[in-house]
């Protein structure tokens, strides 16, 4: 071996040569004489002097470099003797960190899914919780072990040969270009992805985006963070799955018109956290239902009307003011006089039954009066892109 090596260049010749010392003694010196050869040519490349930390950017970890040279001689990978401590330490690292990646995760996505703002905040709240205690408690079970112990248990290792498998039919330009360019971009993804969806269970559409912002960068620290300490992995791998999991629920979420969390802050007018659902009967113009009518005069002043069609039969809504929502009196169930009386929320946005008000006044701005009198259409001509649907209430 040659002994001209120093500095950074012979500590990471020593590292590369423990990685190897179960070899047999002939063989062992054959493969690091051409290490030998190989770290002074890199060396060389480098410039003088190169740190530990040049090295391993260019050759991976001494343990890696000792693994790539076992498989390209064709050696067995290295058997140690199993400490039962290290092997129990790892077997409850890995359960732990399991359940961060697992229960964590479902939670949030169950959160973005619910009725509710509510339930959106409570059920992203107690995940996020569930993910970090776990991580913690993997964390902790873990001690002051390598974590790649967490490998050589017998669940650990079939996880990870499962993923060298998929990882092998990766071409190696593909693999290359996803390490590269894919993980600084899913660095930026997630963070802007987890922390926007958190801001926006709380603040106004400015601060999702400026959070949004901040989360990205903190995402990208994180990661460069992880590449020198392993242990993140605990925290990071579970947010890696919330992250790939909040994208298609949120876009499923609103393709079969459940509520997600930051929209529900920005609900119908009548400023409650539960969805409003139309009744099924009513009154359908160009397809999409009316709950209520606010009919003006010529002057432009609201009016009370009641509306009939053709055949004299009564155009009629379900009710919705607070007698109706909470059953404080017994009465038909529908009418048709306009505009009707619907629940008003308070300052805090909540209706509850107690103290329930309602009003009629219009929830947009009252449109301004016309200049001139209006005309009526010939009767038989119709009013051209607009479909009026009226369907039975009874």
Not at 159 to 184: C, F, K, S
Not at 228 to 246: C, F, G, I, K, S
Request: overall charge negative; aromatic content about 8%.
């Amino acid at each position: 071996m040659n002994s001209t090596l120093t500095g950074a260049v012979a500590s990471y010749l020593t590292q590369v040569r423990a990685e190897l010392d179960d070899l047999p003694p002939g063989e062992l010196e054959d493969v690091l004489h051409d290490v030998t050869d190989h770290l002074t040519e890199v060396a060389a490349e480098l410039g003088d002097q190169p740190s530990f930390a040049d090295l391993q950017a260019r050759l991976g970890t001494p343990r890696q470099y000792a693994d790539e040279l076992r498989t390209a001689a064709g050696y067995p990978a290295r058997t140690e003797p199993v400490n039962q401590d290290q092997l129990a330490a790892g077997v409850r690292a890995l359960h732990w960190g399991l359940i961060a990646c697992t229960v964590g995760p479902f939670l949030v996505a169950v959160s973005i899914f619910a009725w509710s703002r509510d339930e959106t905040t409570f059920f992203g709240l107690l995940g996020l919780g569930v993910l970090f205690v776990a991580a913690t408690l993997g964390l902790r079970a873990l001690h002051d072990n390598d974590p790649r112990i967490v490998l050589d248990t017998p669940r650990g290792a079939r996880g990870e040969a499962a993923i060298r498998g998929w990882i092998d039919q990766i071409p190696p330009n593909v693999r290359h270009e996803l390490v590269t360019i894919g993980q600084p971009v899913w660095w930026v993804v997630r963070g802007m992805i987890g922390a926007g969806g958190f801001f926006a269970l709380f603040g106004a559409l400015s601060v999702t985006v400026v959070g949004a912002f901040a989360g990205a960068a903190v995402s990208v620290w994180i990661g460069r963070r992880t590449q020198q300490d392993r242990r993140w992995l605990w925290y990071v791998v579970p947010l890696n799955v919330v992250a790939a999991v909040a994208v298609p629920a949120f876009l499923a979420a609103a393709y079969a018109g459940a509520s997600f969390g930051f929209l529900n802050n920005y609900n119908d007018y009548r400023g409650t956290s539960t969805r409003y659902n139309p009744p099924e009967n009513g009154i359908t113009v160009n397809g999409t239902p009316v709950s209520n009518i606010y009919p003006f005069d010529a002057q432009g002043k609201q009016v009370s009307v009641r509306l009939y069609d053709q055949n004299g039969k009564p155009i009629t809504l379900e009710l919705q003011d607070c007698a109706a929502s909470y059953g404080q009196v017994s009465r038909d169930s529908t009418s048709n006089l306009f505009p009707q009386a619907v629940v008003v929320p308070d300052e805090n946005g909540d209706v509850t039954s107690d103290n329930c008000k309602d009003s009629t006044k219009t929830p947009f701005a009252p449109p301004p009066a016309p200049a001139t009198p209006t005309t009526a259409k010939p009767s038989g001509t119709p009013t051209p892109g607009v479909t009026l649907t009226v369907k039975p209430t009874r």
